[in-house]
């Protein structure tokens, strides 16, 4: 992914955190880390192609809106799931892949970001890390001889509710999340989650809101924010290969404890790989990175309350972000 030519590095430090599920998508961040600052700051120079030009700094963005869920549980792409689709079980060749990849998924410490899901000894990468990498291939291999989406369906296919489960993101691995803050002592990423809600105009499909949740001190939890719009398209790849994109643009944001600052930021990426039933898909980022999303909600894991549930487990707001240090 694209990164700003000066992203501060940040303090290694080492955090074990359940993970969490499902999820596709190409994303590429580059944010100041707590390390740098005690607040985050304002602007956040992130990837490759953006619609910020298109998005308002008045539009009104305020959206309603873990706990791990178990990725082989049926609800989740699972090939023992009963609720899929007739179509999808006559692919022999995703069957086998989709059986290998998701007790891997589940064998993940924290979505990839955690140095255990991706390295054995420096700089050898951990199997775990390229077996899920080679699974994924084969599968965005298949989907591309099946003859993909188009920007329609892929438009219909992204409108909901998903939550990261797996990704190699450098940036990501760096910053043990989006914002850097689960680096800080005593915090961990807990969940990364992401709304898309259509709303066509003429200018943006929908509107986007990306949700990071941590575990805090005294065993509670802290919610970072960030809002904007989302616009679908085709663009041509660094192989001149012409893909459906997913560019959101996000211009406010609640991170760090504080409320509703003015922000810049983009996220993007290329849609590569959706299960028939809609439930778990791929995405990859401008330099190739791997991101896996499912879908969250009756339609996808089972949690009926879809994101709202889940946060409310952890007592944070729907809307918006919250205090990064909580005593009661």
Known sequence: ETMAPSRPSMTKIL???????????????????????????????????????????????????????????????SPTDTSAKPSEKKIPQDLPLMTSLLPKLGQ?????????????????????????????????????????YSVTQWKDALAGEWQLLFTTSQVYR??????????????????????????????????AVLIEVLSAPFGKAAKNELRGAYKIYTKNDAMKKKRVA????????????????????????????????????????????????????EDGDGTKGGINEILSRDKLPWDGGSPLFRVF
């Open 15 to 77: 955090f074990t955190i359940p993970c969490v599920v499902l999820s596709v998508s190409m994303l590429s961040w580059c944010i100041r880390t707590p390390s740098e600052t005690s607040a985050m700051p304002a602007h956040l120079s992130l990837s490759a192609p953006s619609l910020s030009r298109h998005v308002s700094p008045n539009m009104n963005l305020c959206t309603r809106h873990s706990c791990r869920p178990v990725v082989t549980r049926a609800g989740f792409g």
């Open 174 to 207: 760096d910053n043990r999340g989006v914002t850097g803050y689960s680096g800080l002592p005593g915090y961990g990423l807990k969940g990364v989650y992401q709304r898309l809600y259509p709303d066509e105009n003429e200018e943006i499909d929908g509107k």
């Open 108 to 148: 993940a410490k924290c979505f990839g970001v955690d140095p255990r899901d991706y390295i054995e000894q420096p700089p050898i990468e951990s199997k775990l890390a390229s077996t899920i990498e080679n699974l994924a291939m084969k599968l965005e291999e298949n989907f591309e001889k099946r003859g993909g």
């Open 246 to 297: 997913l560019d959101q643009s996000f211009v406010r944001g609640d991170t760090g404890g504080q409320m509703g600052k003015d922000i810049r930021g983009n996220l993007f990426m290329f849609n590569t790989y959706i299960t028939k039933d809609g439930k778990l898909r791929f995405g990859r980022g401008p330099q190739n990175a791997l991101y896996i999303y499912g879908r969250i909600g």
